[in-house]
C-alpha cells in the first residue's frame, strides 16, 4: 500500500471514516443550524395529525470525496422499513448525535462538526414528540477545535462533556445549558498539551474518564502502550487519581466518538473498549478489552481480554481492531470488528467491518450472519428493547439492521439513503 494512501485510511479510521484535517471544511450545505429548514420535497413523510414521533433517524449523503456533504435527521411516528431525505432537516454533514431523558425531558444533543470548520456550539434540542419539526436549540459554546462528540450525564444538573483537543472536560448544568466548571486535564498529557480525554461512565459516585494519548498522528505513541484513566470525584469535580494498565499493551480505551465503548456489567465491572492501532500497525495489533471490577479503583489485568489472535467462529478472519461494540447483558457484547485483509488502499471505499457477537464469559468470538461487511464511515450500534441494531454501508445497500442476541437471528429492517448514521427511540 502506498504511504499516501496509507496516510488517508489512517485518517479515515480514526473517526468512522469522517476524520480529516482542522483546516477543511465538512459543512451541509445548509449552514444554519439554530433554525434548521427541511427540505422542500416533504411528499413521503408528511406529518400526521396526533401522532407520537418518538422514532429519530440520522442518515448522511457524502459527495464523491466522501469528506463532505449533507446530514439528515428525521422524526417518525412508525419505524419504517425504508426511507429517503425529502422530509429530512438538515445539519452540519455527519454531526453526533446523543439523546437523553434527564428528569423526565427527553433532550437530543448535537456537537460541533467533527474535524471540521464550524462552529463550536454543544446545542441541546428539546424533543416534542408531539411535532414533526425539530425545535430551536438551546446552545452552549466550547473552545474552539474542541472535537467533542459524547457527554456523560452525571446527575440532573450536572453532566460531563470532555473536550479532546484542549484536554479538559466542561461541566455543565443540562437543565439550563450553561457551564458550571471546568476540569483541567492537560498535566496528564503524555509529551503533548492534551492526553486527549475520550469517553466514560460514572460508578458510585466517581466518573471513570479514559484518556487516550496520541499523537500527531492520532495514534496511540509508540512508547507509550497503555491506557490511562482518570478518576474523578464527581461531588468535587476533582480528580483523585490517574491509573494505568501496562500488562497487556492495548490502548485507545474508547473513541471519543462512540460513548458505549465503556460499559459496566451488572455486577458493576467497568470495561473499556481499546481499538488499538485500528488495525494499521501489524506490530501492534493487541486490541480487546480492559476492566476495573466493581469495588476497586485500579485495573485488574487478569479480567483485560485480548482478541486480535482469538478465531472467530463463522468466519476466517481475525480482530485487527475492536472498531464499536454495545453490551447488551449477560456477558454479552454486540460489536464491530475490523478485517485487515479486507482493508485496501481505497479509505472511504472499503467495506472491512464485521459484526460480531463476543461472549466475555465463554472467551469466545462469534460472526454475526446475515449481516454483511460494511464500510468503515459507519459502526453504528444500540440496544433498543430486546433487538441490538446496527447501521451498515456494504457494497449492495445501505441501512439499518436488526439482531435478537436471544436467538441470534439477525435481517434488514430499514432501508436508507445515505449512510446509516444514528437512531434512537424515545
Same mark, same amino acid.
Given at each position: 500500500?502506498?504511504?499516501?494512501?496509507?496516510?488517508?485510511?489512517?485518517?479515515?479510521?480514526?473517526?468512522?471514516?469522517?476524520?480529516?484535517?482542522?483546516?477543511?471544511?465538512?459543512?451541509?450545505?445548509?449552514?444554519?443550524?439554530?433554525?434548521?429548514?427541511?427540505?422542500?420535497?416533504?411528499?413521503?413523510?408528511?406529518?400526521t395529525?396526533?401522532?407520537?414521533? +418518538?422514532?429519530?433517524?440520522?442518515? *448522511?449523503?457524502?459527495?464523491? @470525496? !466522501?469528506?463532505?456533504?449533507?446530514?439528515?435527521? &428525521?422524526?417518525? %411516528?412508525?419505524?419504517?422499513?425504508?426511507?429517503n431525505?425529502?422530509?429530512?432537516?438538515?445539519?452540519?454533514?455527519?454531526?453526533?448525535?446523543?439523546?437523553?431523558v434527564?428528569?423526565?425531558?427527553?433532550?437530543?444533543?448535537?456537537?460541533?462538526?467533527?474535524?471540521?470548520?464550524?462552529?463550536?456550539?454543544?446545542?441541546?434540542?428539546?424533543y416534542?414528540?408531539?411535532?414533526?419539526?425539530?425545535?430551536?436549540?438551546?446552545?452552549?459554546?466550547?473552545?474552539?477545535?474542541?472535537?467533542?462528540?459524547?457527554?456523560?450525564?452525571?446527575?440532573?444538573?450536572?453532566?460531563?462533556?470532555?473536550?479532546?483537543?484542549?484536554?479538559k472536560?466542561?461541566?455543565?448544568?443540562?437543565?439550563?445549558?450553561?457551564?458550571t466548571?471546568?476540569?483541567?486535564?492537560?498535566?496528564?498529557?503524555?509529551?503533548? +498539551?492534551?492526553?486527549e480525554?475520550? *469517553?466514560?461512565?460514572?460508578? @458510585? !459516585?466517581?466518573?471513570?474518564?479514559?484518556l487516550? &494519548?496520541?499523537? %500527531?498522528?492520532m495514534m496511540?505513541y509508540e512508547?507509550?502502550?497503555?491506557?490511562?484513566?482518570?478518576?474523578?470525584n464527581?461531588?468535587?469535580?476533582?480528580?483523585?487519581?490517574?491509573?494505568?494498565?501496562?500488562?497487556?499493551?492495548?490502548?485507545?480505551?474508547?473513541?471519543?466518538?462512540?460513548?458505549?465503548?465503556?460499559?459496566?456489567?451488572?455486577?458493576?465491572?467497568?470495561?473499556?473498549?481499546?481499538?488499538?492501532?485500528?488495525?494499521?500497525?501489524?506490530?501492534?495489533?493487541?486490541?480487546?478489552?480492559?476492566?476495573?471490577?466493581?469495588?476497586?479503583?485500579?485495573?485488574d489485568?487478569?479480567?483485560?481480554?485480548?482478541?486480535?489472535?482469538v478465531?472467530?467462529?463463522?468466519?476466517?478472519?481475525?480482530?485487527?481492531?475492536?472498531?464499536?461494540?454495545?453490551?447488551?447483558?449477560?456477558?454479552?457484547?454486540?460489536?464491530?470488528?475490523?478485517?485487515?485483509?479486507?482493508?485496501d488502499?481505497?479509505?472511504?471505499t472499503?467495506?472491512?467491518?464485521? %459484526?460480531?457477537?463476543?461472549d466475555?464469559?465463554?472467551?469466545?468470538?462469534?460472526?454475526?450472519?446475515?449481516?454483511?461487511?460494511?464500510?468503515?464511515?459507519?459502526?453504528?450500534?444500540?440496544?433498543?428493547d430486546?433487538?441490538?441494531?446496527?447501521?451498515?454501508?456494504?457494497?449492495?445497500?445501505?441501512?439499518?439492521?436488526?439482531?435478537?442476541?436471544?436467538?441470534?437471528?439477525?435481517e434488514?429492517?430499514?432501508?436508507?439513503?445515505?449512510y446509516?448514521?444514528?437512531?434512537?427511540?424515545?
Amino acid at each position: 500500500m502506498k504511504k499516501q494512501r496509507l496516510t488517508q485510511l489512517i485518517n479515515c479510521v480514526v473517526s468512522a471514516g469522517l476524520l480529516m484535517s482542522a483546516g477543511l471544511c465538512v459543512t451541509s450545505c445548509s449552514s444554519d443550524d439554530d433554525n434548521p429548514a427541511s427540505t422542500s420535497d416533504t411528499s413521503d413523510s408528511k406529518e400526521t395529525p396526533n401522532a407520537t414521533y +418518538n422514532y429519530l433517524l440520522e442518515t *448522511c449523503v457524502a459527495n464523491p @470525496d !466522501g469528506m463532505s456533504g449533507s446530514t439528515y435527521i &428525521q422524526k417518525l %411516528a412508525t419505524m419504517p422499513t425504508s426511507i429517503n431525505n425529502k422530509n429530512g432537516t438538515q445539519l452540519s454533514f455527519c454531526s453526533y448525535l446523543q439523546a437523553e431523558v434527564i428528569k423526565g425531558q427527553k433532550y437530543l444533543f448535537a456537537f460541533p462538526a467533527y474535524f471540521a470548520e464550524s462552529d463550536s456550539y454543544l446545542r441541546r434540542y428539546t424533543y416534542d414528540e408531539q411535532t414533526q419539526m425539530v425545535s430551536t436549540p438551546k446552545k452552549l459554546e466550547l473552545t474552539p477545535q474542541n472535537f467533542s462528540a459524547a457527554l456523560t450525564v452525571v446527575s440532573d444538573t450536572k453532566m460531563y462533556v470532555p473536550e479532546c483537543g484542549p484536554g479538559k472536560i466542561t461541566v455543565v448544568n443540562p437543565q439550563t445549558m450553561e457551564k458550571t466548571g471546568s476540569i483541567d486535564l492537560t498535566s496528564y498529557a503524555y509529551k503533548d +498539551n492534551s492526553p486527549e480525554p475520550s *469517553c466514560g461512565i460514572v460508578r @458510585d !459516585g466517581y466518573y471513570y474518564q479514559s484518556l487516550n &494519548q496520541v499523537g %500527531a498522528t492520532m495514534m496511540p505513541y509508540e512508547d507509550y502502550r497503555q491506557c490511562d484513566v482518570a478518576i474523578i470525584n464527581t461531588n468535587t469535580d476533582k480528580v483523585e487519581k490517574v491509573i494505568s494498565e501496562k500488562t497487556t499493551h492495548m490502548t485507545y480505551a474508547s473513541r471519543p466518538i462512540l460513548p458505549s465503548m465503556v460499559f459496566s456489567t451488572e455486577s458493576k465491572d467497568i470495561y473499556f473498549a481499546c481499538c488499538g492501532y485500528f488495525g494499521m500497525n501489524s506490530d501492534h495489533p493487541e486490541t480487546g478489552f480492559i476492566c476495573i471490577p466493581a469495588g476497586k479503583q485500579d485495573f485488574d489485568s487478569s479480567k483485560a481480554w485480548d482478541i486480535h489472535d482469538v478465531a472467530i467462529e463463522g468466519s476466517e478472519y481475525k480482530a485487527a481492531s475492536l472498531w464499536n461494540c454495545e453490551y447488551v447483558g449477560d456477558g454479552i457484547v454486540v460489536a464491530f470488528v475490523a478485517v485487515r485483509e479486507l482493508m485496501d488502499s481505497e479509505a472511504y471505499t472499503a467495506r472491512y467491518l464485521m %459484526a460480531v457477537r463476543i461472549d466475555l464469559n465463554k472467551k469466545k468470538i462469534y460472526r454475526i450472519q446475515g449481516i454483511p461487511y460494511s464500510s468503515a464511515t459507519v459502526s453504528f450500534i444500540d440496544q433498543i428493547d430486546n433487538l441490538t441494531y446496527m447501521g451498515i454501508y456494504s457494497t449492495s445497500d445501505s441501512g439499518f439492521y436488526s439482531y435478537n442476541p436471544t436467538t441470534n437471528d439477525a435481517e434488514k429492517v430499514i432501508s436508507t439513503v445515505g449512510y446509516p448514521f444514528y437512531m434512537h427511540v424515545f
